[in-house]
């Protein structure tokens, strides 16, 4: 039961570079987010989508991009890297939409550095 | 004003105290509370859900929301040394995005 996946774990890039941040869920779940994480600031919705096809932006989404062309997968895009990305980045599923009783489902993050 | 305060202070309890954690919301449209748990180097994992005023328990955990009050609450009784994590609380208005706290790191000292 792999639930929802994220890759790479770990990745430190140069700032300018751009870098793609997967996300793979398996529950067939039509709801999927991007989350950000500072320290001490909890989590920020970056992006999310409804269903395949459908992206929305939410708190923080610029120097982000995201499609949404299977139910699956939600990939991030990170274009031109800043140090103020420099964060921990949260994937999320879920059934039904935020506010319902069906918990939204987290991956385990990546952390990526900017230097 | 933040939509969500959570004081993000450290909390240390030795074994067995009760914990207790809060948030206070100023949109009064917010309906549904959630508190998650978060273990080091994971992603959050819902604890506890409730719609309206009123405790819900589950457990060793009771989670409170004063709505008159704008105020929730998440008490974990008789701690144990695995409920070390950082707890988030959030909740939800009209739109389909959950506004969440900034997370309360308890370490509970066997």
């Known amino acids: 039961n792999a639930g929802v996946t994220q890759t790479p774990k770990f990745r430190i890039l140069k700032i300018g570079q751009s870098m793609t941040l997967q996300c793979t869920q398996d529950m067939n779940h039509n709801y999927m987010y991007w989350y950000r994480q500072d320290p001490g600031m909890g989590l920020k919705l970056i992006y999310y989508?409804?269903?395949?096809?459908?992206?929305d932006k939410g708190e923080v989404p610029n120097g982000y991009n995201v499609s949404r062309s299977t139910t699956e997968d939600f990939p991030l895009r990170l274009e031109l890297a800043a140090p103020s990305q420099t964060s921990v980045y949260f994937c999320?599923?879920?059934?039904?939409?935020?506010?319902?009783?069906?918990?939204?489902?987290f991956g385990d993050g990546t952390r990526l550095s900017i230097l | 004003q933040k939509e969500v305060e959570q004081d993000p202070g450290p909390l240390s309890v030795p074994e067995g105290a009760i914990v207790s954690l809060n948030c206070t919301y100023s949109?009064?449209?917010?309906?549904?509370f959630m508190w998650y748990r978060q273990y080091s180097r994971k992603g959050p994992e819902l604890l506890m859900y409730t719609y309206s005023s009123g405790n819900k328990e589950d457990g060793r955990f009771t989670a409170q929301v004063d709505k008159s009050s704008k105020y929730i609450s998440l008490f974990i009784r008789d701690s144990q040394p695995s409920d070390s994590a950082t707890y988030l609380c959030a909740m939800r208005g009209g739109n389909n995005r959950l506004a969440f706290g900034k997370g309360n790191q308890v370490v509970v000292i066997p």
């Open positions: 989508s409804v269903g395949a096809g459908i992206t």
């Open positions: 949109n009064s449209a917010f309906q549904y």
């Open positions: 999320a599923s879920s059934e039904q939409g935020a506010g319902s009783n069906q918990p939204q489902h």
